[in-house]
C-alpha cells in the first residue's frame, strides 16, 4: 500500500504572503496525485489533479507541482479564504485503490 | 452539473450493518465513472472506502473489504454503501463523489454523519 506523508501538520503564515505544502508518496505515483482544501463542516474541493493541473473554477494562485514521490503545493498570495486543511491523494493504481495524506491544517498567523 | 445527496440512518448499534444510498443528479450513473464513497472520522483524515461502475463492478480499501459491500442501481440512478459489524471506530461522516476523467474525485456529496452507538 502507498503511504502519503504531509508536512508540515500545521502551517501558520499571514495574508499575503506565500505558502507551501509538501506530500512524499511512499513509492513513486508518476503525477497520479491530487491536492484538496477542506473548510470546518464542508466537503473536500478538488484544486489540483495530475500534480500540477488546476480544476475548474480554481485561482490562478494555486499552483501544484512534482512527479515521482515528492510534491507540492504552492499558494502564491494568501486570501482569507484558503485558510483550511489541505489534502493530498493518490491515485496511480485507480479505481483499485486510492490514498489520502493526513492533511495540512493552514491557519493564520 | 453533477450534483450527489447521501441518505440513510444517522444512528447505528455496535455489531449491526451501516446503510447508506447516494443519489445522482444531473448526470446517468450508467455514462461511466467509478463513482465512490469516502469516509472522515471526527476531527481525523479522509479515508476512501471504495468504487464501484455501472456494470457492478467494485474495487475496495483491502482494509475494509471484508465488511464492505457497495452496489448500484442504475434505474434509480444512485448507488449505496453497507458496511457490517460496525464499531465506534467507524463513526464518520460518510461521502460520496464521483471522478473527473482524470480520477481525482471532483464532485462531492455534502456528506452525511454515521454514528456508532448503543
Known amino acids: 500500500e502507498i503511504v502519503m506523508t504531509q508536512s508540515p501538520a500545521t502551517l501558520s503564515v499571514s495574508p499575503g504572503e506565500r505558502a507551501t505544502l509538501s506530500c512524499r508518496a511512499s513509492q513513486s505515483v508518476s503525477s497520479n496525485l491530487a491536492w484538496y482544501q477542506q473548510k470546518p463542516g464542508q466537503a473536500p474541493r478538488l484544486l489540483i489533479y495530475g500534480a500540477s493541473t488546476r480544476a475548474t473554477g480554481i485561482p490562478a494562485r494555486f499552483s501544484g507541482s512534482g512527479s515521482g514521490t515528492e510534491f507540492t503545493l504552492t499558494i502564491s498570495s494568501l486570501q482569507s479564504e484558503d485558510f483550511a486543511v489541505y489534502y493530498c491523494?493518490?491515485?496511480?493504481?485507480?479505481?483499485?485503490?486510492?490514498?489520502f495524506g493526513q492533511g495540512t491544517k493552514l491557519e493564520i498567523k | 452539473q453533477v450534483q450527489l445527496q447521501e441518505s440513510g440512518p444517522g444512528l447505528v448499534k455496535p455489531s449491526e450493518t451501516l446503510s447508506l444510498t447516494c443519489a445522482v443528479s444531473?448526470?446517468?450513473?450508467?455514462?461511466?465513472?467509478?463513482w465512490g464513497w469516502i469516509r472522515q472520522p471526527p476531527g481525523k483524515g479522509l479515508e476512501w472506502i471504495g468504487s464501484?461502475?455501472?456494470?457492478?463492478?467494485?474495487y475496495y480499501n483491502p482494509s475494509l473489504k471484508s465488511r464492505v459491500t457497495i452496489s448500484v442501481d442504475t434505474s434509480k440512478n444512485q448507488f449505496s454503501l453497507k458496511l457490517s459489524s460496525v464499531t465506534a471506530a467507524d463513526t464518520a461522516v460518510y461521502y460520496c463523489?464521483?471522478?473527473?476523467?482524470?480520477?481525482?474525485?471532483?464532485?462531492w456529496g455534502q456528506g452525511t454523519l454515521v454514528t456508532v452507538s448503543s
Open positions: 463523489a464521483r471522478p473527473s476523467l482524470a480520477a481525482a474525485f471532483e464532485n
Open positions: 464501484i461502475y455501472h456494470s457492478g463492478s467494485t
Open positions: 444531473g448526470y446517468s450513473i450508467s455514462s461511466g465513472y467509478y
Open positions: 491523494q493518490q491515485y496511480n493504481n485507480w479505481p483499485r485503490m486510492y490514498t
